[in-house]
């Protein structure tokens, strides 16, 4: 896979985007994380473990696979994300007949 078409995520940019659909403050992280450390998610000073990504899409009020998927899409059209869920999906079914 070419540099330029290699994926790259966008986690600060999701997780902005949902909280604030969502209607949620930083402060609203309260219980699994500072609003120190959500800013510094949000400014993509610092990437999260895999439990925090849990952690953070539960106070959303989302599936972490949502934040996960939204970090990638180049853009929010209806194309694109129906043709990241197809790539899933479509690995994820490869990989399942796989010893």
Known sequence: ??????????????????RRSKGLSQESFGLVSSRTYVSTLERNIQSPTLNKVDALAEVMGVH????LAMSYLRKSDTSSVDKLL????AQLSELEKKP
């Open 86 to 89: 197809a790539q899933v999906s």
């Open 64 to 67: 972490p696979l949502t934040l």
């Open 1 to 18: 896979m070419s540099n330029a078409n290699r994926p790259r995520n966008n986690f600060a940019t999701a997780l902005r985007a949902i």
